[in-house]
């Protein structure tokens, strides 16, 4: 099937409401012009400076989302244009990204990545350690960064009830912490859960964003 066929039918499959954001990380740049051309607009990449390589080749009505671990000294190739990190996981990386954004005159938007799988990752808070940061000062002092919700991954499994369970776990934290910390914030609005292959399940427990590379390019 083609690019221009499986984005049709994925947008046929999700609500209108969900935010399809097609994944192009190692992607050629015809294969992210053709789903442009089929009205895709928010990419997502993995690594910064192949994004600012393609931002330079590609319309610039194209959102781009970071959606892979970010080291810090990366930030400034993706400041001027960055639309929304999806993978902010620590106070000193959010710092980075607010003095970076502050250099370009911008409000950067970001996302808290809480791991959520079985699996060991490297990467992802936890619920108590995200608490600590919006807890702090050095928090709350920055002025050029916009926290717009939370991201997380399920684990690599073929069993659904695990992948229900971890999508539900962060949708309890993403009402937690609206509630307690966000309430009258319209900002923070987005759950950046779901892939290629749970994207289903993740609109069933409140995704927003679903992350899919697969359904739209093939396999890699």
Not at 121 to 142: D, R, T, V
Not at 167 to 175: C, E, G, T
Request: proline share 2%; glycine share 4%.
């Amino acid at each position: 099937m083609s690019i221009k066929s499986n984005i049709k039918e994925l947008l046929n499959s999700i609500p209108p409401a969900i935010k399809l954001v097609a994944v192009s990380k190692t992607r050629p740049v015809g294969d992210i012009l053709d789903a442009y051309h089929c009205g895709q607009r928010i990419f997502a990449e993995n690594k910064a400076q192949e994004m600012a390589i393609k931002y330079d080749q590609l319309p610039k009505d194209i959102e781009w989302h970071m959606i892979g671990h970010l080291q810090t000294n990366k930030v400034k190739f993706i400041a001027p244009f960055i639309g929304l990190i999806h993978s902010v996981d620590s106070l000193k990386l959010l710092e980075v990204i607010n003095k970076e954004a502050l250099k370009n005159r911008r409000i950067i938007k970001y996302l808290f990545q809480i791991h959520i799988a079985k699996e060991e990752a490297k990467f992802g808070l936890s619920f108590s350690e995200l608490e600590a940061i919006l807890n702090s000062s050095e928090f709350q002092s920055l002025s050029n960064v916009c926290l717009v919700g939370l991201m997380g991954m399920a684990t690599f499994t073929h069993d659904e009830d695990i992948i229900r369970s971890e999508f539900l776990v962060i949708k309890n934290y993403f009402d937690l912490i609206k509630q307690k910390y966000f309430s009258n914030e319209l900002s923070f609005c987005e759950l950046s859960i779901g892939m290629s292959s749970d994207y289903k399940i993740a609109i069933e427990t409140g995704s927003t964003l679903v992350r899919i590379g697969t359904s739209i390019f093939g396999i890699r």
